[in-house]
């Protein structure tokens, strides 16, 4: 237990959170902005793996910032399928992302094998470039705490200041902009926007390609830094928990970055674990992510459903 209380509050554990924190952050804002348009898009999973392999294939042939693009565009096309399929043709968008996550989990591995010429499993034969990182080291010539601030701040990836950006961009648009206070608007009472002559459907058609995109985002993150290179099945449920974080976060940009933090650490325990507690089987450990989905979504309908009865008896 001490070796663990040591690893936790290590400047190695932290990095380890900040990379597992990153695709899930990223996810969790694309989640936000689809759940606060009205247009919950339970596909971020999905969006996320289509992102892992268009990433790790374009940056074969191209530089790393094309291959990030490439992949930010994938999740955007799929966003705007959903948006087709639930706009247009009246879908249940529930079942539309559900059908983008199978389309996705079994396409991946199609393309997979095209691309690298029949192996299913990974692209270990595909030469792919990964995300460059952010070197700080010169803030070791502040005194007294740069090589501190250089073990804690140094090395992260590109993605991951762009997404702690994002976090704040994403906040100033939502509640310092009339396009946010739309979208918002559209999200909580779609017949006042739409008599005001706002467009309900064009609104959430960009937030599922934005949240598309930002998903997509959280891929090219996973697989050209976190990891470098694809496998099948990668994104392991990190889409479906980042929908439990868009709820844990209050729909809420700062909430959303704190709830990705706290199953960050959670998953960064998941990967030091094992080599503490050799004795507790792998399996078990792996779960722990998802318990503490599960626990934390209750956490959150429980406190709801209080919140409720508090201002049902206030009336």
């Known amino acids: 237990m001490i070796e663990l209380l040591v690893t936790v509050f290590s400047t190695t554990f932290f990095v380890t959170v900040i990379r597992t924190s990153t695709p899930l952050l990223l ?8 759940d606060l348009s009205g247009a919950l898009n339970v596909a971020l999973e999905g969006m996320m793996l289509v992102g892992c392999l268009t990433a790790v294939i374009v940056s074969v042939f191209a530089p790393w910032y094309v291959a990030v693009l490439a992949a930010i565009l994938a999740g955007a096309l799929l966003g ?3 948006a087709f399929f639930h706009l247009r043709l009246k879908a249940d968008i529930i079942l539309v992302g559900f059908a983008i996550n199978i389309l996705a989990a079994g396409g991946t591995v199609f393309a997979l094998t095209m691309a690298t010429g029949g192996d299913k499993g990974t692209s270990i034969n595909l030469t792919s470039k990964a995300v460059p ?46 396009w946010g206070l739309w979208l918002r608007g559209v ?17 959430r058609t960009w937030s599922l ?54 199953f960050g650490v959670f998953e960064a325990l998941a990967v030091v674990m094992p080599g503490l507690f050799n004795w507790i089987p792998a399996e078990l450990i792996r779960m722990i992510p ?26």
Do not use: C, K
């Not at 590109?158 to 009339?178: C, E, G, H, Q």
């Not at 779609?190 to 064009?202: C, D, Q, S």
């Not at 985002?217 to 980042?242: H, P």
């Open 27 to 34: 996810a969790t804002l694309g989640g936000l902005i689809a």
């Open 290 to 315: 998802f318990v503490v989905t599960i626990l934390a979504l209750f956490l959150f309908s429980y406190r709801a459903m209080q919140a409720q009865r508090l201002r049902s008896a206030g009336h």
């Open 80 to 82: 705007a399928i959903m």
């Open 133 to 178: 990182a952010v070197d700080l080291s010169f803030l070791g010539l502040i005194p007294g705490i740069g090589n501190f601030l250089v073990r804690m701040l140094s090395g992260h990836s590109l993605l991951s200041w762009l997404a702690a950006l994002l976090v704040f961009a994403i906040w100033y648009f939502l509640y310092r902009t009339p």
């Open 209 to 262: 390609l934005v949240s598309g995109g930002l998903a997509a985002l959280g891929g090219a993150q996973l697989a050209m830094f976190n990891y470098i290179g694809f496998t099948r099945d990668m994104t392991a449920g990190r889409g479906f928990i980042a929908l439990g974080a868009v709820l844990l976060g209050a729909r809420h940009p700062v909430g959303a970055l704190m709830a990705a933090l706290l």
């Open 187 to 203: 999200g909580e009472y779609p017949a006042a926007p739409e008599a005001a002559g706002i467009p309900v459907n064009a609104i």
